[in-house]
């Protein structure tokens, strides 16, 4: 039976996710299987890197746009329809969970998150996975095809890799320079003429997590491209990484803006109080258990600087800009 395993190389940290799977497959996965890597990748100078990370010796390149889970949904959608695998593994977390549940709801088939193991059959899959907050395992089987797995955080775990040697089976561009962006309606407006934060409809603010001085003045350049205003959180103004007339929360600015870009921020209740009459909070973090990721109305698991430096891009081709 075929698997495929994907390995989303246009957003950050392919190296553990690809190191994750392959633990996966070599411990936690049982059954007579011929299996495949799917690789997304979006800049040419990463492809040869991502096939060397991909843990299955068969491999297949898909070239298409950045950071767009819709379109590569839409891409293995036409993989199951077209070829019928049966089984897709993805790796653990908030971004293969959201791609995992995509495929399932498009194409009628079952999903299953934080697998710890999985035994593939003839016509079900057996699934081993942590239930009641860890204190038990349990069961499940699953019928429906395909089968869209991500695989628990435990597989995270440093585990020594074993060296393959790839045999890339294709190599196909599915950009869509036509769907470049995914805003359908996207109101573009310019940063309060004062520069008053609590007037401010558009906020980019910077917390802590964005790790320094030079990276969080790169978030406020972003900000600056995209017409919005630029704030930060306490410990960002406390450490000098911008001025203390930037500072959100109980000691400086309450905000009310449309939108709310959090970059890098844990979500403290004293920042928080400075932005939860935002009309929408979008939350940039790598820890998707930060507390304003559950709080956000949207949250994106990532590394904050690379998205709104390529959000900014976006923002700025629509102005023509670039």
């Not at 959201?98 to 016509?123: Q, W």
Request: charged share 25%.
């Amino acid at each position: 039976m075929r698997f495929a395993a994907i390995l989303d190389g246009t957003s950050g940290d392919a190296a553990r996710r690809a190191q994750a799977l392959a633990g996966f497959l070599r411990e936690g996965l049982s059954g007579d299987l011929a299996g495949e890597t799917l690789v997304f990748y979006h800049h040419e100078r990463d492809r040869t890197r991502l096939v060397e990370l991909a843990p299955t010796r068969a491999v297949r390149l898909i070239k298409t746009t950045a950071r767009r889970p819709d379109r590569l949904a839409a891409i293995l959608t036409a993989v199951t329809q077209g070829e019928g695998v049966p089984l897709f593994l993805f790796p653990g977390g908030a971004a293969g969970t959201e791609l995992a549940t995509r495929l399932a709801c498009r194409t009628d088939g079952a999903v299953l998150t934080d697998a710890l193991s999985v035994e593939v059959g003839p016509e079900r899959l057996l699934c081993r996975k942590n239930v009641y907050s860890g204190h038990m395992v349990g069961r499940f089987a699953l019928t429906a095809r395909p089968w869209c797995v991500t695989i628990d955080a435990s597989w995270n775990d440093e585990r020594a890799r074993t060296s393959l040697e790839h045999d890339v089976m294709s190599d196909s561009d599915e950009t869509d320079e036509t769907d470049a962006t995914p805003f359908e309606d996207l109101e573009l407006v310019d940063p309060p003429a004062t520069g008053d934060l609590a007037e401010s409809r558009f906020l980019v603010v910077a917390g802590y997590g964005a790790g320094s001085r030079e990276r969080v003045e790169r978030i406020a350049a972003a900000a600056g491209r995209m017409g919005a205003a630029f704030g930060v959180t306490r410990p960002v103004a406390m450490n000098a990484w911008a001025p203390m007339d930037r500072l959100i929360g109980v000691s400086g600015t309450r905000t009310s803006p449309k939108l709310c870009i959090v970059v890098g921020a844990s979500g403290a209740p004293a920042f928080y109080w400075g932005i939860e009459k935002a009309a929408f909070i979008a939350a940039i973090d790598p820890d998707q258990q930060a507390p304003i990721v559950r709080n956000a109305d949207a949250a994106v698991i990532d590394d904050g600087l690379a998205v709104i430096e390529e959000l900014a891009q976006i923002i700025a081709a629509e102005r023509g800009n670039v």
